[in-house]
Structure formats: C-alpha cells, structure tokens
C-alpha cells in the first residue's frame, strides 16, 4: 500500500492532532510552537511523497522482555530514543519565560551542536537499567546502538548504554532537522572524533555538517522523510535482531508518523527528552 492509501490525509491529520494532545501541557512553550510546526510539515510531507514511497515497517510496542526472545525472523526489536535535555532546551525555555520574541534556536547565541545539561546525563543514566534487562541472556553479542553524529545525542547513547560489548556507530541519517537552528549544526567530524573516541564515525561521509548549508533554511520534512526511510531499510539489512538507536524529536516524529505504520497510536506522539520507546518491527 502507498502512504496515501495507508494513511488517508483526514486520518493522518486527526492522527497528528491525537498525538499531541496528550502531552502538550508537558512542553516548555518552545517545545509546543516547534511540536506544531513540525507535526504540520511531517502531513504536508506524507501527502507530497505517497506516491514515492510505501510503508512498509509495521511497528508494535514491545510489551515485554520475553518478545524478544521468540521473534519470527522478518521481526526486529528496536529501541529508540530522543537525547536528554540539552544546553538548547535550556536556553529556548528560559527565552521564552522571559517573554523574548523570535526564533530562540536561530538566535546568535543559542548553543551549537549543544551538549547534554546535568539533568540530561541523568535522564540518559536513568535509562541504562531498563536497557540492560532488555539485552540480558538474548541473543546478541555485541549491543549495536546507532545515533545522530550530535553530541547530545552522542552523549546520550553514551550514558544510557554503559558496558563493555556496546559498539557505537554514528549515522548521519539520525541528524536532526537541519539548517538554520544553531543547536542543530554539528561540529565537524574531526572534532567529535575527538571528543568521543568511543563512537565510530567512519561511516560519516562530509567533514561538516552537510545538512546546514548557508544556515538561513531549514531542511525540508521531505527530505528528512527519505532519511529515516533510508535508516530504516539499512536497519533491514543488519543481522543483528535488536539495537538502539539514539535521535531526535523531529526526526523520530517523522519516522514515526511517516515511516513506521504504527498499530497503537500512542507510538505516533511526540517524543520527551530522555524517552525510551521500545517497539518490534517487521521487515
């Protein structure tokens, strides 16, 4: 089936409207101006491209542990998650608590490629027990957590699966929305291959950030559709049948809301910081 003939546009838009609901008394007022925008553009973006590209990963939530022990072989768990509280975060609610106008993210002096806060690195400590019970006595060898090539995301994958067997692998596909936010312009690869040594970058193609561009447009939920897209069909690929992946608020909406086909809708909503959402998804 296409988008359009899984999704009908008047379902996916009260779909969209369900996901928020919710949890939009939760949000910092930042959060609830860049849920909105973002929810309106990932519609916009289905409807442009169902001709292009058919859903094809049915995803459930992961119920309990002992699933994954007894998957069918065309079903992978995976465990997505959305970085900490970061510097940016931070900086976004204090503007708006202190009633400025504009744009806080594009501003000079909101944090680039911003780092976890202190209440970040304990939202990601936080998640490491629940992530070890779901990786004890199963079938992997080595727990493969992929995640965004920013260092909030980076420092979230780091703190949340603390071990010996974790390989990290970065992924550019799992940048966040990019261009004219200064927290969502990484730093070259250079220096993050430095600052965290642990992470393998060697699938990291352009130096610097190749989603910034001049920094005055912000990259186009098309596109960030046929990112997650892509992610997703490498993931089809791995023989590995559990991983991590680490990523973003407006990029794990639009894989979830565009990529994914979602059978509880609670899945579709808007992610917290520090949230876990473990699903299996069939191939």
Known sequence: ??????????????????????????????????????????????????????ITFPATELKATAEIRSL???????????????????WARNWAES?????????????????????GIEQAKSLSPKLAEFYLNTANDTNL????????AIETA??????????YVSNEDLHEKGGLHKCDKRLSKCELAQQYPQVDFSGIVSSDDPFWGDGTVRESSPDVLKRAYRFMHFVKTLE????TVVSHSSLLLHLFNGV????????????????????????
């Open 145 to 152: 957590v992929f995640v965004s090539p920013m260092r909030r």
């Open 1 to 54: 089936a296409t988008f359009a003939e899984a999704l009908p546009s008047k379902v996916l838009a009260l779909s969209l409207k369900f996901n928020l609901h919710r949890s939009m008394d939760e949000l910092a007022p930042n959060e609830v101006i860049e849920a909105n925008r973002n929810l309106k553009s990932v519609l916009e973006a289905v409807r442009s491209t169902s001709e292009q590209r058919p």
């Open 99 to 119: 009633g400025r106008e504009g744009n806080a993210y594009s501003h000079p002096e909101c944090p680039i490629d911003a780092k976890l806060t202190e209440k």
């Open 240 to 243: 590995e049948r559990q991983l």
């Open 260 to 283: 994914l086909e979602c059978q509880e809708k609670r899945l579709k909503r808007w992610f917290h910081t520090g949230e876990l959402r473990s699903v299996v998804v069939a191939f």
């Open 158 to 167: 780091l703190n949340a699966t603390r071990g010996t067997n974790v390989r």
């Open 72 to 90: 069918p072989k065309n079903k992978k768990v995976i465990h997505f998650i959305r970085h900490g509280v970061g510097s940016h975060n931070e």
